[in-house]
């Protein structure tokens, strides 16, 4: 007989990692499928310092590993393997992947979400020398120095005043004329005395070396280039939450985000949504982690009830 877990978590990042470790802590036979490395977004952070216990800061992989550690020190089981398929409504539900097909009672799915990329040439090279994607991240880094903002929605605004409490001056550079962010941030925004605007604006070049130096912006009106001298830019202009395994099997909003209150659960029974790929308003390390844990509270009620 194929053995049936009652629990698959499917990414190994902060939310899965702790949805792993209360799992089986409370007897859960439990596997994580992960596709590249423990911590998911979270490794690709050199240095993150707004996660409880770690006074000097830590880095993300090394703070993936350790929750990695700390779930399989209790029976947690790791399968490096990349999901193809789910059946999601089935009993037991079915998970097909790279290393073979694995089934399980639950499914805790914490598959992230990505920050949307410019799509500028070097951005990857410069990512952490000087491209970041999270404010709340990586503000600190830029402490009085002067940075720029790409966008013009909730995310820019917010990540532009965050910064100006932090940064020398902030200068937010959007596409269009005016910002589609709500009104709630406009007056803020505009009284910031070192907050500027750039408008229609697009990032077209990179500039610097081994360091972002500047930027060059295209005028979307008149095609007119410019090169503006900045420390850091923070992209800002969304995510792509990973879910396209399962369109069409669980609801999603019109953002692809599945949708999942404070209880993580799902429309499908059994199916648990934790960290950046659920509706939520805070996307951090910490809050993944919480939902894990709560995922896990009612995976365990889930299967008390059923069997």
């Known amino acids: 007989m194929e053995h049936i ?33 423990a911590g998911g977004q979270m490794a690709q952070t050199t240095q993150i310092d707004n996660y409880p216990g ?16 700390g779930a399989e020190r209790f029976g947690a089981k790791t399968e490096l393997a990349e999901v193809h398929a789910v059946h999601l409504s089935e009993q037991p539900k079915r998970v097909e992947t790279s290393e073979g097909t694995f089934l399980a009672k639950t499914v805790v799915i914490a598959t992230g979400a990505g920050h949307r990329l ?58 269009r004329d005016s910002l589609r962010a709500t009104k709630i941030y406009h007056d803020p925004l505009m009284q910031a005395e070192n907050i500027a605007f750039r408008w229609n604006s697009t990032v077209d070049q990179l500039l610097g070396d081994s360091q972002l130096s500047g930027v060059r912006l295209r005028d979307t009106k008149t095609g007119e280039m410019t090169d503006l001298a900045v420390d850091g830019l923070f992209v800002s202009i969304g995510r792509s939450p990973e879910t396209a395994l399962f369109a069409g099997q669980i609801e999603l909003n019109d953002g692809g985000y599945i949708v999942a ?43 008390a009830e059923n069997g």
Do not use: W
């Open 54 to 69: 770690f006074d000097e800061g830590i880095d993300g992989f090394e703070l993936g590993e350790k929750m990695q550690a």
């Open 118 to 175: 410019l799509g500028v040439e070097r951005e990857a090279q410069l990512t952490g020398r000087g491209v970041a994607y999270c404010a709340a991240c990586d503000g600190m880094f830029f402490r009085g120095r002067t940075v720029a903002v790409v966008g013009g929605g909730n995310s820019a605004a917010a990540d532009a005043m965050l910064l100006s409490r932090i940064c020398k001056q902030v200068i937010l550079i959007h596409r």
């Open 5 to 37: 877990y009652d629990m698959i978590v499917i990414g190994g990042g902060p939310g899965g990692y702790t949805a792993a470790l209360y799992a089986t802590r409370a007897g859960l036979d439990t596997l994580v499928l992960e596709k590249l490395s």
């Open 261 to 303: 209150d404070e209880s993580t659960r799902t429309n499908v029974p059994g199916v648990f949504a934790v960290g950046d790929v659920r509706t939520k308003a805070v996307r951090q390390v910490i809050t993944a982690a919480a939902d894990g844990a709560v995922a896990a509270h009612y995976a365990e009620q889930y299967l």
